[in-house]
Protein backbone atom coordinates (compact mmCIF):
# COMPACT_ATOMS: atom_id res chain seq x y z
CA UNK A 1 0.00 0.00 0.00
CA UNK A 2 1.47 3.62 -0.73
CA UNK A 3 0.83 6.42 1.35
CA UNK A 4 0.86 10.06 -0.44
CA UNK A 5 2.29 13.23 1.64
CA UNK A 6 -0.60 15.78 1.46
CA UNK A 7 1.62 18.29 3.82
CA UNK A 8 1.89 21.40 1.82
CA UNK A 9 5.09 23.45 1.89
CA UNK A 10 4.61 25.69 4.49
CA UNK A 11 2.99 23.05 6.77
CA UNK A 12 6.96 21.51 6.15
CA UNK A 13 8.50 25.22 7.20
CA UNK A 14 6.45 25.51 10.38
CA UNK A 15 7.89 22.35 11.44
CA UNK A 16 11.28 23.17 11.09
CA UNK A 17 10.84 26.65 12.93
CA UNK A 18 9.25 24.99 15.95
CA UNK A 19 12.12 22.65 16.05
CA UNK A 20 15.18 25.58 16.49
CA UNK A 21 13.03 27.40 18.90
CA UNK A 22 12.95 24.00 21.03
CA UNK A 23 16.69 23.45 20.43
CA UNK A 24 17.29 27.27 21.29
CA UNK A 25 15.63 27.22 24.50
CA UNK A 26 17.11 23.82 25.89
CA UNK A 27 20.92 25.57 25.27
CA UNK A 28 19.72 28.76 27.02
CA UNK A 29 18.83 26.80 30.27
CA UNK A 30 21.65 25.34 30.63
CA UNK A 31 24.27 28.88 29.83
CA UNK A 32 22.38 29.84 32.74
CA UNK A 33 22.28 26.86 34.90
CA UNK A 34 26.46 26.90 34.71
CA UNK A 35 26.74 30.52 35.85
CA UNK A 36 27.68 31.61 39.71
CA UNK A 37 25.14 34.56 40.27
CA UNK A 38 27.04 34.93 44.51
CA UNK A 39 29.87 36.72 45.17
CA UNK A 40 32.31 35.02 47.40
CA UNK A 41 32.97 37.02 50.58
CA UNK A 42 36.29 37.08 52.70
CA UNK A 43 36.45 35.34 55.92
CA UNK A 44 35.86 37.19 59.05
CA UNK A 45 39.25 38.17 60.93
CA UNK A 46 39.60 38.18 64.58
CA UNK A 47 41.14 41.02 66.68
CA UNK A 48 44.87 40.92 66.65
CA UNK A 49 44.99 38.75 63.87
CA UNK A 50 47.99 39.83 61.63
CA UNK A 51 47.48 38.53 57.51
CA UNK A 52 50.77 38.19 56.30
CA UNK A 53 50.44 37.85 52.13
CA UNK A 54 52.90 35.74 50.71
CA UNK A 55 53.19 36.35 46.97
CA UNK A 56 53.45 32.95 44.67
CA UNK A 57 56.14 32.65 42.34
CA UNK A 58 54.62 31.98 38.78
CA UNK A 59 55.45 28.29 38.21
CA UNK A 60 58.28 28.46 35.58
CA UNK A 61 56.96 26.92 31.96
CA UNK A 62 57.54 23.21 31.05
CA UNK A 63 61.19 22.24 29.40
CA UNK A 64 60.42 21.22 26.08
CA UNK A 65 60.93 17.67 25.81
CA UNK A 66 64.20 16.39 23.74
CA UNK A 67 63.60 14.04 21.78
CA UNK A 68 66.78 11.56 21.37
CA UNK A 69 68.09 11.77 17.35
CA UNK A 70 68.74 8.09 16.01
CA UNK A 71 72.15 8.48 15.93
CA UNK A 72 72.76 5.83 12.69
CA UNK A 73 75.65 2.71 13.48
CA UNK A 74 78.25 2.88 11.22
CA UNK A 75 78.23 -0.08 9.84
CA UNK A 76 81.23 -2.65 10.60
CA UNK A 77 83.27 -3.91 8.26
CA UNK A 78 85.49 -7.51 8.43
CA UNK A 79 88.64 -7.61 6.34
CA UNK A 80 89.54 -11.41 5.67
CA UNK A 81 93.65 -11.15 6.25
CA UNK A 82 95.35 -11.49 3.00
CA UNK A 83 97.40 -15.45 2.47
CA UNK A 84 100.87 -14.66 2.93
CA UNK A 85 101.79 -17.91 1.10
CA UNK A 86 100.89 -18.58 -2.12
CA UNK A 87 99.62 -22.42 -1.95
CA UNK A 88 99.36 -22.24 -5.81
CA UNK A 89 103.13 -22.38 -5.93
CA UNK A 90 105.08 -24.89 -6.53
CA UNK A 91 107.58 -26.32 -4.38
CA UNK A 92 111.11 -27.28 -5.07
CA UNK A 93 112.07 -30.66 -5.22
CA UNK A 94 113.64 -32.19 -2.24
CA UNK A 95 117.10 -33.68 -2.77
CA UNK A 96 117.06 -37.42 -0.82
CA UNK A 97 120.47 -38.66 -0.11
CA UNK A 98 120.92 -42.38 1.07
CA UNK A 99 123.54 -42.73 3.79
CA UNK A 100 125.57 -45.45 4.29
CA UNK A 101 124.73 -47.61 7.34
CA UNK A 102 128.04 -49.25 9.49
CA UNK A 103 127.43 -52.93 9.02
CA UNK A 104 125.77 -54.92 11.94
CA UNK A 105 128.02 -57.42 13.57
CA UNK A 106 126.59 -61.06 13.80
CA UNK A 107 125.88 -62.45 16.54
CA UNK A 108 125.55 -65.65 17.53
CA UNK A 109 123.73 -66.88 20.99
CA UNK A 110 125.69 -69.13 23.72
CA UNK A 111 123.67 -71.67 24.14
CA UNK A 112 126.12 -74.02 26.22
CA UNK A 113 128.38 -71.35 28.21
CA UNK A 114 131.37 -72.93 28.93
CA UNK A 115 131.80 -73.48 32.48
CA UNK A 116 134.01 -71.39 34.56
CA UNK A 117 136.95 -74.14 36.07
CA UNK A 118 138.57 -73.21 39.05
CA UNK A 119 141.61 -74.85 40.08
CA UNK A 120 141.55 -78.27 42.44
CA UNK A 121 143.05 -78.16 45.65
CA UNK A 122 145.53 -79.96 46.66
CA UNK A 123 144.69 -83.18 47.99
CA UNK A 124 146.15 -83.80 51.38
CA UNK A 125 146.57 -87.13 53.35
CA UNK A 126 143.08 -88.43 54.88
CA UNK A 127 143.85 -90.43 57.89
CA UNK A 128 141.11 -92.90 59.60
CA UNK A 129 139.84 -91.54 62.45
CA UNK A 130 141.53 -92.92 65.67
CA UNK A 131 138.48 -93.01 69.07
CA UNK A 132 139.73 -92.57 72.42
CA UNK A 133 142.09 -95.20 74.42
CA UNK A 134 142.02 -95.70 77.89
CA UNK A 135 146.02 -94.92 79.12
CA UNK A 136 145.22 -96.46 82.27
CA UNK A 137 144.02 -99.67 83.58
CA UNK A 138 140.09 -99.43 83.38
CA UNK A 139 139.52 -102.04 85.87
CA UNK A 140 140.50 -99.77 88.96
CA UNK A 141 138.45 -97.54 87.99
CA UNK A 142 135.74 -98.89 90.15
CA UNK A 143 136.31 -101.67 92.72
CA UNK A 144 134.58 -103.59 95.25
CA UNK A 145 136.82 -101.44 97.76
CA UNK A 146 134.33 -98.31 96.77
CA UNK A 147 130.82 -99.78 97.98
CA UNK A 148 129.88 -98.61 101.11
CA UNK A 149 128.39 -100.29 104.18
CA UNK A 150 125.05 -99.37 103.57
CA UNK A 151 124.85 -100.38 100.20
CA UNK A 152 126.12 -103.90 101.20
CA UNK A 153 123.67 -103.70 104.47
CA UNK A 154 121.07 -103.73 101.62
CA UNK A 155 122.67 -105.95 98.94
CA UNK A 156 122.40 -103.49 96.53
CA UNK A 157 123.83 -104.76 92.49
CA UNK A 158 123.63 -104.36 88.82
CA UNK A 159 125.21 -102.91 86.38
CA UNK A 160 125.42 -99.66 85.06
CA UNK A 161 126.47 -98.74 81.61
CA UNK A 162 127.77 -95.24 80.56
CA UNK A 163 129.19 -93.21 78.52
CA UNK A 164 131.58 -90.16 78.64
CA UNK A 165 133.49 -87.24 76.29
CA UNK A 166 136.82 -87.25 75.94
CA UNK A 167 138.70 -83.90 75.40
CA UNK A 168 141.80 -83.34 73.60
CA UNK A 169 143.95 -83.78 76.76
CA UNK A 170 142.93 -87.02 77.36
CA UNK A 171 139.96 -86.40 80.42
CA UNK A 172 136.76 -87.11 80.93
CA UNK A 173 134.46 -83.81 80.16
CA UNK A 174 131.16 -85.09 80.71
CA UNK A 175 129.34 -88.37 82.11
CA UNK A 176 126.11 -90.16 81.02
CA UNK A 177 124.35 -93.03 82.46
CA UNK A 178 123.28 -94.71 78.90
CA UNK A 179 122.13 -98.01 80.89
CA UNK A 180 120.60 -97.69 84.82
CA UNK A 181 122.00 -100.26 87.28
CA UNK A 182 118.33 -100.56 89.23
CA UNK A 183 119.98 -98.08 91.71
CA UNK A 184 120.32 -94.48 91.32
CA UNK A 185 123.54 -94.33 94.17
CA UNK A 186 125.26 -96.89 91.65
CA UNK A 187 124.89 -95.11 88.43
CA UNK A 188 126.02 -91.92 90.61
CA UNK A 189 128.82 -93.66 91.69
CA UNK A 190 129.72 -94.91 88.22
CA UNK A 191 129.88 -91.42 86.56
CA UNK A 192 131.48 -90.07 89.42
CA UNK A 193 134.23 -92.48 89.39
CA UNK A 194 135.26 -92.92 86.29
CA UNK A 195 135.49 -88.84 85.62
CA UNK A 196 138.28 -88.54 88.45
CA UNK A 197 140.04 -91.93 87.77
CA UNK A 198 139.67 -92.40 83.61
CA UNK A 199 142.84 -91.17 81.90
CA UNK A 200 142.50 -91.34 77.65
CA UNK A 201 144.36 -90.97 74.81
CA UNK A 202 142.78 -88.38 72.42
CA UNK A 203 141.01 -89.24 69.63
CA UNK A 204 142.33 -88.12 66.45
CA UNK A 205 140.36 -86.63 63.27
CA UNK A 206 140.93 -87.12 59.40
CA UNK A 207 143.61 -84.95 59.18
CA UNK A 208 145.48 -86.46 62.30
CA UNK A 209 144.65 -83.87 64.68
CA UNK A 210 143.36 -84.06 68.17
CA UNK A 211 139.81 -83.88 68.45
CA UNK A 212 137.08 -84.78 71.52
CA UNK A 213 135.29 -87.73 70.90
CA UNK A 214 133.14 -90.45 72.97
CA UNK A 215 133.65 -93.46 74.65
CA UNK A 216 131.58 -96.22 76.40
CA UNK A 217 131.68 -99.17 78.38
CA UNK A 218 129.90 -100.17 81.74
CA UNK A 219 130.20 -101.00 85.37
CA UNK A 220 129.17 -104.08 87.27
CA UNK A 221 128.48 -104.00 91.01
CA UNK A 222 128.98 -106.91 92.72
CA UNK A 223 129.13 -107.29 96.27
CA UNK A 224 132.31 -108.17 97.92
CA UNK A 225 132.89 -111.68 99.52
Known sequence: MAYIDSRTPRDRAKSVAGVIVVHGA???ALLVGLQVTGVIEDVPRLTGETVVEVPIEPLPPPK?????ENTPTPPTSVHAPQTPLDLTAEMPPIEVRD???PPIPEVVPNLFPKPETTPAAQATPAFDPVAPRPRN???????T??????WINRELTGVARFRVEVGTDGRVKSCTI????????LDRATCDLVTR???FEAGLDGTGAKTAATWSSAVSW???D
Request: charged share 20%; no cysteine.
Open 145 to 150: ADYRSS
Open 64 to 68: PEVTP
Open 99 to 101: VPL
Open 222 to 224: QLP
Open 178 to 185: TGSSGHSE
Open 26 to 28: VAY
Open 197 to 199: RAR
Open 137 to 143: DPGQWVT
